[in-house]
Structures are given as structure tokens and as C-alpha cells.
T-cell receptor
């Protein structure tokens, strides 16, 4: 069974630009969550999608958004990038949700310059 | 709210030493508890989990017991190997808070030969 695939692995963007990250979950998994990992703040929850609907949202500004497609693939978008958005963005999928345990992808390393 | 506190790191051990990484939590509701491991340059891997009090999760020689009375989920391994060097995260999920995972700060483990 293929794992969770995130693309691209690395990204460098300029302040003020926008970026879209992609995540393909494990086949059959309908829940996809996104997390931001930084040295200062650790792992923080961004949002979760289940069957194309946002089911849960963390405390991030509206510049962070996401969506899920009918095949469960998910994208997350960050507009008007700031230097502080530099982080490792992790996608995780699960059959039903967090209580069953999530499988994480390898992440997208975003650097904003 | 929900929170997870891990013992401060980093932790440095010699090969074959006994490992304990402490984890305590606070939760509004009945949480499921997890340990994740992150190797350099990679995403998170689910190491083990427990979904109710007194459950013991185990995997690859690692164990953790869900202790409701002390709100703890300490990770242990009887004999560590160099290949166990990684960052370990304790996490919880509560259904009433949606499917988000709340993580501890992470503990860096280095095992020397």
C-alpha cells in the first residue's frame, strides 16, 4: 500500500507570494489533516478534511486555506507569504480520524525569503 | 483545553541502556494517546497507541501504558539501539475536540555506540 505522498518536498518562495502544497492520502483514507512544524512552535494543527468537508480548523489566520477533492487528495494554500510561514508542512491521513491514528507524509519544507 | 507535556530533552544514552521518556497530559474528555517518532528529514511515524485506561501499546520493543489516574503515558524501551536515535512525540486526540492531534514538544534521543 502506498503511503501518504506530499509534493513538492522543498519549496522556496518570496515574501508576498502564494503557495499551494499537495497531499495524496493512503488509498481508502477519507480524513486528511495538515500540520505546521517549526522549531519555535512545534507541531500545530492547521485543519482537517473529511469527505471533501472541512471538519476541524486550528488557530491560523485566513491566509491558510485548504480543500479536499472527491478522490480524497488535498491541497493547502498559503497566500501573502510571510517569513514566519517558513516551516515543514505535514499532511496526515486516516480512515476515520485522529482516534485511530494518523499516517504522516514526509512533508513539504517551505522556505520564505 | 488539551495539552501534552514531555520531559525536557535532549536525552543521550549508550547502546543497550534503558529508556524512559515521560509524558503527561490534560484533556477535556477521554483521550486516545499516541507516540510518534520522527527520523531526520522525514515525517512522523506512528510508534504505538492506546485508546483506553490501562491499555498498553507496544511496537519494536517500545511500550507505553495509559495511566488515567496519573494522566501519563510514559514511553519505555529495555535496550536502545543506535538506530533508535530520533525525535519522539507524545500526542493525544479527543473526539469531542474533533480529530486533531495535540502534540508535546518532542524529545530528541541520541544513542551512542
Amino acid at each position: 500500500k502506498a503511503g501518504v505522498t506530499q509534493t513538492p518536498r522543498y519549496l522556496i518562495k518570496t515574501r508576498g507570494q502564494q503557495v499551494t502544497l499537495s497531499c495524496s492520502p493512503i488509498s481508502g483514507h477519507r480524513s486528511v489533516s495538515w500540520y505546521q512544524q517549526t522549531p519555535g512552535q512545534g507541531l500545530q494543527f492547521l485543519f482537517e478534511y473529511f469527505s471533501e468537508t472541512q471538519r476541524n480548523k486550528g488557530n491560523f489566520p485566513g491566509r491558510f486555506s485548504g480543500r479536499q477533492f472527491s478522490n480524497s487528495r488535498s491541497e493547502m494554500n498559503v497566500s501573502t507569504l510571510e517569513l514566519g510561514d517558513s516551516a515543514l508542512y505535514l499532511c496526515a491521513s486516516s480512515e476515520q480520524g485522529g482516534n485511530y491514528g494518523y499516517t504522516f507524509g514526509s512533508g513539504t519544507r517551505l522556505t520564505v525569503v | 483545553g488539551n495539552s501534552v507535556t514531555q520531559m525536557e530533552g535532549p536525552v543521550t544514552l549508550s547502546e543497550e541502556a534503558f529508556l524512559t521518556i515521560n509524558c503527561t497530559y490534560t484533556a477535556t474528555g477521554y483521550p486516545s494517546l499516541f507516540w510518534y517518532v520522527q527520523y531526520p528529514g522525514e515525517g512522523l511515524q506512528l510508534l504505538l497507541k492506546a485508546t483506553k485506561a490501562d491499555d498498553k501499546g507496544s511496537n519494536k520493543g517500545f511500550e507505553a501504558t495509559y495511566r488515567k489516574e496519573t494522566t501519563s503515558f510514559h514511553l519505555e524501551k529495555g535496550s536502545v539501539q543506535v538506530s533508535d536515535s530520533a525525535v519522539y512525540f507524545c500526542a493525544l486526540s479527543v473526539e469531542t475536540s474533533g480529530s486533531r492531534l495535540t502534540f508535546g514538544e518532542g524529545t530528541q534521543l541520541t544513542v551512542n555506540p
